[in-house]
């Protein structure tokens, strides 16, 4: 069994060991040692990263009272020098103290409970058994666990010698270990086993901020960041809020106001410019309904899909003709009657179009598909002259 040296001094970055085992798995080695700096993963809490005699480690994890580091070259020492990520270090103690804070005000606020931890590199989870979590709850409990923080509480740490000490602890989840028990506590806001590793004091944690919350098997699962990683948070939408300030000739009190007036503004162009357009279909209409022939194909440089697909609607009120409309810069291809062909246009897209890289459908009357280039709705076209005529 080797010595947790992380548990006695979480500040402690580096550390000589002996090797005191060595095993090869499939392409890496698992490496035991006499004392190690490296805490294991536990409970939805990813393990230490760093090096090991110069390799980096993989990953840590505890087995059967031992800690295994894997690598992916063995260490050519039996002495070696162990060095953990610090930085990474700190990010799991900030955001997993945040996790103990955060659980314990739900517990003590609303009687709900913390049954799921999950800390990736990209987002950070817990599950709470509690439904219908407004955003003032939210905000209530944000708030009072950032007090926690400037109250810059100290968490301790306390190792039982037998289960039966613990009825001494105001435990917000029974215990499921019966030994190597710690019993990590926050005076007034927090006490649960718990063998990750933590701060000294609440101060540490840095921000707590909550992301957002949803539905999940019936609890509540809350997004949330702690210390650097809320701030590097902040920093990423504090630049792309100036960049909407910017855009917008805005400040942070009439932002939103001023994306609602342009939208308003956007939603009145577009209006317009389908009125305009509807009048340039009559022009594109009368060219289709000019000829004698039942069939009728045109590219358009100009058009885009919903474009052709009113200029076919406005031909089928007052002709019988099949249309294969293409659009040049949406690379796409319309093909449309009025139920008076035996053509099923779904059916020819469905067929010829997804060999030539094509994808669409639509009904027997209707459908278009999109092609990766202009030669592909060419073969296309050829490949479905002969089924339609
Ligand atoms: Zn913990």
């Known amino acids: 069994m080797s010595v947790k040296l992380y548990e006695?001094?979480?500040?402690?970055?580096?550390?000589?060991?002996?090797?005191?085992?060595?095993?090869?798995?499939?392409?890496?080695?698992?490496?035991?040692?006499?004392?190690?700096?490296?805490?294991?993963?536990?409970?939805?809490?990813?393990?230490?990263?760093?090096t090991i005699d110069g390799s980096p480690v993989i990953s840590v994890f505890e087995k059967?009272?031992?800690i295994y580091h894997a690598l992916s070259k063995a260490p050519k020492n039996k002495e070696v020098l162990c060095k953990i990520n610090w930085a990474n270090r700190l990010d799991m103690m900030q955001n997993h103290c945040g996790e103990?804070?955060?659980?314990?005000?739900?517990?003590?606020?609303?009687?709900?409970?913390?049954?799921?931890?999950?800390?990736?590199?990209?987002?950070?989870?817990?599950?709470i058994n509690m439904q219908n979590i407004t955003d003032e709850i939210l905000r209530k409990v944000e708030n009072i666990a950032n007090d926690v923080v400037y109250a810059n509480l100290p968490v301790e740490t306390n190792i039982l010698k037998s289960?039966?000490?613990a009825g001494r602890y105001p435990l917000r989840k029974p215990?499921?270990?019966?030994?190597?028990?710690?019993?990590?506590?926050?005076?007034?806001?927090?006490?649960?086993?718990?063998?990750?590793?933590?701060?000294?004091?609440?101060?540490?944690?840095g921000i707590i901020k909550i992301l957002k919350a949803e539905n999940y098997k019936g609890m509540t699962r809350i997004y949330f960041k702690c210390g650097k990683r809320a701030l590097e948070d902040y920093q990423i939408?504090?630049?792309?809020?100036?960049?909407?300030?910017?855009?917008?000739?805005?400040?942070?009190?009439?932002?939103?106001?001023?994306?609602k007036k342009e939208e308003q503004k956007n939603q009145e162009i577009k209006k317009q410019l389908l009125e305009i357009k509807d009048s340039?279909?009559?022009?594109?209409?009368?060219?289709?309904?000019?000829?004698?022939?039942?069939?009728?194909?045109?590219?358009?440089?100009?058009?885009?899909?919903?474009?052709?697909?009113r200029i076919a609607k406005k031909v089928s009120t007052t002709e019988d003709k099949f249309l294969t409309l293409i659009s040049i810069p949406e690379k796409g291809v319309l093909l449309f009657h009025?139920?008076?062909?035996?053509?099923?246009?779904?059916?020819?897209?469905?067929?010829?179009?997804?060999?030539?890289?094509?994808?669409?459908?639509?009904?027997?009357?209707?459908?278009?598909?999109?092609?990766?280039?202009?030669?592909?709705?060419?073969?296309?076209?050829?490949?479905?002259?002969?089924?339609?005529r």
Do not use: W
């Open 280 to 309: 340039i279909y009559e022009t594109e209409v009368n060219k289709i309904t000019e000829g004698f022939d039942r069939f009728y194909l045109h590219k358009y440089s100009f058009y885009d899909m919903n474009d052709l697909k």
């Open 8 to 50: 006695k001094d979480v500040y402690l970055t580096e550390c000589t060991s002996h090797v005191i085992g060595i095993s090869q798995e499939k392409d890496h080695f698992l490496v035991l040692l006499d004392q190690t700096i490296f805490s294991p993963r536990a409970g939805g809490q990813p393990g230490d990263t760093g």
């Open 100 to 127: 103990h804070i955060l659980s314990g005000i739900f517990f003590s606020e609303y009687h709900a409970t913390n049954k799921g931890f999950h800390m990736g590199n990209d987002t950070i989870t817990m599950d």
């Open 163 to 165: 289960v039966h000490e």
């Open 64 to 66: 059967n009272e031992k």
């Open 338 to 388: 009025n139920g008076g062909f035996n053509i099923h246009c779904g059916n020819l897209i469905k067929e010829y179009a997804p060999d030539l890289g094509g994808k669409g459908g639509g009904s027997d009357k209707m459908a278009q598909a999109a092609f990766p280039s202009v030669e592909a709705i060419d073969k296309f076209l050829e490949k479905i002259d002969n089924k339609i």
């Open 175 to 205: 215990l499921n270990v019966t030994e190597d028990i710690k019993i990590v506590t926050i005076n007034g806001v927090d006490c649960v086993a718990c063998c990750g590793t933590h701060p000294f004091r609440t101060g540490e944690v």
């Open 237 to 259: 939408k504090h630049d792309s809020q100036m960049q909407l300030y910017q855009l917008f000739s805005a400040n942070e009190l009439n932002l939103m106001e001023k994306i």
